[in-house]
């Protein structure tokens, strides 16, 4: 289930590139100076959709490797990262893709990580790092904010149209959302980082942005038609035809070789 739901952004790359949001630039500015990024920088990013973080990384100058699952996707990227000849997009599946020989300085993976396999993706990520280089995790969660009672009266038309929706389900606070990082303990020492952001919608943007998320695009053409419908109807009779969606974006930095308890995998080629 879970890899038929990460093949599900493929079919309409337009609208994932024109809805998705960027990252704010007080995150990429953390990542940038807390690695210590510049033009000699190798950088693997995994799961870059159209290159929502790519291009901001591609920025800097560094040397990027872009590994994406869909081609449609990965086409649309190329086309952002056009500007930047030392940034290039792989078209694969990343689990499978053979590292290069030449380790990597950071791997990236900007709200995509939760799609690789627990069982095997800390080895993945230890064979393709450096042994001093730095996994960055950005995790993106949706919390209480912005039009706070629209989130709240949304949930009768979830409970109505997706039979997965808990009932009487409600948005976390900021303080109250955090991502257990113990799992990367292993790696090394690990930091986390917290960057608010909120965005407002027209009720066609916010329609195209839902529009974007697998569990939504998995529903059945007719329950999502009558859920689309409903979320329309409300934010246009009762909402003013805008709602702003509150993000809460984490920065994790795994730092390889600062207190890590143990090693990760073995480097092709010798080294580590």
């Not at 694969?92 to 799609?115: C, G, I, K, Y």
């Not at 419908?229 to 909402?239: A, F, K, M, N, P």
């Amino acid at each position: 289930m879970t890899r038929s739901l990460r093949g599900i952004f493929d079919e309409d790359a337009e609208l994932y590139d024109r809805a998705r949001p960027t990252y704010p630039p007080s995150l990429v500015e953390e990542l940038a100076t807390g690695v210590g990024l510049d033009a000699d920088s190798r950088v693997l990013e995994f799961g870059p959709g159209t290159g929502q973080m790519t291009v901001s990384l591609a920025q800097l100058g560094c040397h990027i490797t872009a590994v994406e699952l869909g081609p449609s996707m990965a086409a649309v990227a190329r086309r952002n990262l056009r500007a930047f000849p030392r940034a290039r997009v792989e078209v694969a599946d990343f689990e499978q893709w053979p590292l290069p020989r030449e380790p990597f300085d950071l791997m990236v993976a900007a709200t995509s990580f939760h799609w690789l396999d627990p069982a095997t993706r800390l080895t993945k990520v230890a064979d393709a790092l450096r042994p001093d280089g730095t996994l960055a995790l950005v995790i993106t969660h949706h919390t209480a904010g912005g039009s706070r009672d629209f989130f709240v009266e949304v949930q009768d038309c979830y409970e109505r149209w997706d039979p997965a929706t808990p009932p009487g389900l409600r948005q976390s606070t900021d303080a109250e959302t955090a991502t257990d990082t113990r799992e990367f303990e292993v790696l090394g020492r690990v930091e986390s980082l917290r960057f608010p952001q909120e965005i407002t919608y027209t009720t066609q943007a916010y329609i195209d942005l839902l529009l974007t998320y697998s569990n939504h695009r998995a529903l059945e053409p007719a329950a999502r038609k009558g859920l689309l419908d409903g979320i329309r109807e409300l934010i246009d009779t009762r909402h003013g035809g805008s709602v702003t969606k509150r993000y809460l974006h984490e920065l994790i930095l795994v730092r390889r070789g600062e207190g890590s308890r143990q090693g990760g995998g073995s480097r092709r080629g010798g080294g580590y």
